[in-house]
């Protein structure tokens, strides 16, 4: 049976509420200002007799939120699929392009007899010892000899070219860095093909020198190794023109030679083009040359 309120009343009701409202809330704010206690315990009841409903009432959205997220992520799926689709498309046809002409460079190598490049090896070593300062460029790695290490071999990252070795010892080596003021790197410009000589001045930039006549580095050129000398093999990364001034192009290089814990030193097979060191024994015989302006007499 519906009770039904005529309009006179409700608006009587209406006009009550707000006025009765303000009142229970003052009359709540006075008795929790008197017995802070009391209030605390209703207030803890409340929460309890309402939790359970709040947390069916929770129970909707969160299971509304999971099937949005289960959404997003199957259009997300939904979406890289395509994409992966699309690469592995691509790649197919870049791997058939690689084929070919792999099948064709096979075939000039056969009709030009041209000679293949010795295989590599290399020996991945840490930096034990930093030996930078006013006058030298030099790191120490813990590998020599006993690890197939030689003299002139060439030190990388996975950046660029970080140096060579100069010194091997038994259990260690030195690696001259490509900023060492005895560094003499012979490099290419990659797009303009100009031959230069990257020279250390025991600062973070070499410098480009003995360029060929009329070429102008640009900021922005990349240097790689020219093959030049026998020492280093064409193509590796050097670095980059990252300022040109009176005295000539500063070259970055690649490799952050400041921070370098692990390298690579490489045996391209052109360690021999290096002069071997000079022994004591021979020093002496040089000292007593010039002394005497000939070879010692023998008696």
Do not use: C
């Amino acid at each position: 049976m519906l009770i039904r309120i005529s309009p006179a009343r409700r608006a009587a009701i209406e006009r009550l509420s707000l006025p009765l409202l303000v009142v229970i809330s003052m009359l709540l704010i006075i008795v929790g200002k008197a017995d802070q206690i009391a209030v605390q315990s209703l207030r803890y009841s409340v929460m309890d007799a309402a939790a359970p409903a709040l947390d069916m009432l929770s129970r909707p959205a969160a299971a509304l939120n999971a099937t949005a997220d289960r959404v997003r992520r199957f259009v997300a799926v939904y979406r890289d699929n395509a994409r992966l689709a699309e690469e592995n498309e691509r790649l197919l046809g870049w791997q058939q392009l690689a084929l070919r002409l792999s099948a064709e460079n096979a075939e000039l190598r056969e009709l030009s007899k041209l000679v293949s490049e010795p295989t590599t090896s290399f020996v991945t070593t840490r930096v034990i010892a930093d030996s930078g300062g006013a006058y030298a460029r030099s790191l120490m790695v813990n590998a020599g000899r006993d690890s197939g290490v030689t003299r002139g071999q060439a030190a990388i990252t996975g950046e660029g070219l970080v140096g060579r070795v100069s010194d091997v010892g038994s259990r260690a080596a030195r690696i001259l860095l490509i900023t060492d003021l005895n560094s003499r790197v012979p490099v290419i410009v990659e797009t303009t093909r100009q031959r230069a000589i990257l020279t250390g001045d025991n600062t973070a930039r070499p410098i480009l020198r003995y360029a060929d006549a009329g070429a102008v580095a640009h900021i922005g050129d990349r240097l790689v190794t020219s093959g030049q000398g026998g020492v280093f093999p064409p193509g590796l990364p050097v670095g980059v023109v990252a300022s040109v001034d009176s005295e000539g192009a500063r070259v970055e290089p690649y490799a952050a030679l400041s921070r370098v814990d692990y390298l690579r030193i490489v045996d391209y097979g052109l360690a021999d083009a290096l002069p071997g060191p000079v022994s004591i024994a021979a020093r002496g015989i040089k000292r007593a040359e010039a002394g005497t302006g000939g070879p010692p007499l023998r008696r």
